[in-house]
Nanobody
């Protein structure tokens, strides 16, 4: 049973930085793609960033490109997302998600295709 547990959310002032973590367990993730999604109240869930677990290939949404970094520690089975220069529009619940056998077209997979999800962690950016 795959389990994804996010942590690191909280209240941050605009312009600050935050690093989210997602501890993954229950499987070997060598063929997986791992992503961060977010969902603000009244809005659709949107992809923030993706990384292929083994190759390390990354993708970033336009909204965070240039001010965020997705990474993973394969020895600890932990996924990270760092966002710098946070903006009020970054306020959302952030979810970690995993999908099996993800090798190409990084960043083009709908959230409906993901196999596993964490419970989410709230990020609130005050202006």
């Amino acid at each position: 049973q795959v389990r994804l547990v996010e942590s690191g959310g909280g209240l941050v002032q605009a312009g600050g930085s935050l690093t989210l973590s997602c501890e993954a367990s229950g499987r070997t993730f060598s063929t997986y793609g791992m992503s961060w999604f977010r969902q603000a109240p009244g809005k659709e869930r949107e992809l923030v960033a993706t990384i292929l677990w083994t190759a390390g290939t990354t993708y970033y949404a336009d909204s965070v490109r240039g001010r965020s970094t997705i990474s993973r520690d394969t020895t600890r089975n932990t996924l990270f997302l760092r966002i710098d220069n946070l903006k009020p529009e970054d306020t959302a619940v952030y979810y970690c998600a995993a999908v099996r056998d993800y090798y190409s077209d990084v960043g083009r997979l709908s959230y409906t295709s993901y196999d596993y999800w964490g419970q989410g962690t709230q990020v609130t950016v005050s202006s």
